[in-house]
């Protein structure tokens, strides 16, 4: 089965609260953060870690996770990773 993205594109936190996607390749990673509606928050440096704080970039997005019906974006600190997997979300 070939993977597209095309299936994914407008249903955005349902498809993460479903569980349906998995893993995200970094070519995807755009227009996963554009249907979700974070992408142009992302870009202009106003989307924080939803652990740490921190600012989020493209290049330092680690996990994207349904956090209390909202969509949870997580850095690339090890902290946060490690929070992640030992506290969850």
Known sequence: MEYTFDRFKMKGVSIMKNNELKAVI??????????????????????????????LTIDNIEAILPIENEIGIICNRKACMAKLFTEGA
């Open 26 to 55: 970094d070519d995807d990673l755009e227009p996963l953060l554009q249907s979700l509606g974070v992408y142009e928050d992302v870009l202009a440096g106003k989307s924080q870690c939803a652990f740490c704080n921190d600012i």
